[in-house]
């Protein structure tokens, strides 16, 4: 299973950050997927993840500005982060397992990651 983040890497301050993650090798009607990232000089920090269902789940101190979505017609699954603030800037990487889990070390699956950063 190979994953693949795309996106803007340059948002303002106050707009909302969207990326793709783009799945092959595998359907994300199967399986959990999840969107990590990591600031610059801290660790990794789970965000969400959207099941093979379609439900969602978010980190409670991201939930108010944070959306997953998918469409299966693309294999791909996608994030929105809403007023977006200096803080970020992050690597954001998608990532994917068999079972649900919020510990990075736990995803099966990785993306390479893309670099998003914040600045007006």
């Known amino acids: 299973v190979q994953l693949q983040e795309s996106g803007p890497g340059l948002v303002k301050p106050s707009q909302t950050l969207s990326l793709t993650c783009t799945v092959s090798?595998?359907?994300?009607?199967?399986?959990?997927w999840s969107w990590i990232r990591q600031p610059p000089g801290k660790g990794l920090e789970w965000m969400g993840a959207?099941?093979?269902?379609?439900?969602?789940y978010y980190k409670p101190s991201l939930k108010s500005r944070t959306s997953i979505s998918r469409d299966t017609s693309k294999n791909q699954f996608t994030l929105q982060l809403s007023s977006v603030t200096p803080e970020d800037t992050a690597v954001y990487y998608c990532?994917?397992?068999?079972?649900?889990?919020?510990?990075?070390?736990?995803?099966?699956?990785w993306g390479q990651g893309t670099q998003v950063t914040v600045s007006s």
């Open positions: 990532a994917g397992g068999v079972v649900f889990t919020t510990r990075h070390n736990e995803h099966d699956y």
């Open positions: 090798g595998g359907s994300i009607t199967t399986n959990y």
């Open positions: 959207i099941t093979y269902s379609g439900s969602t």
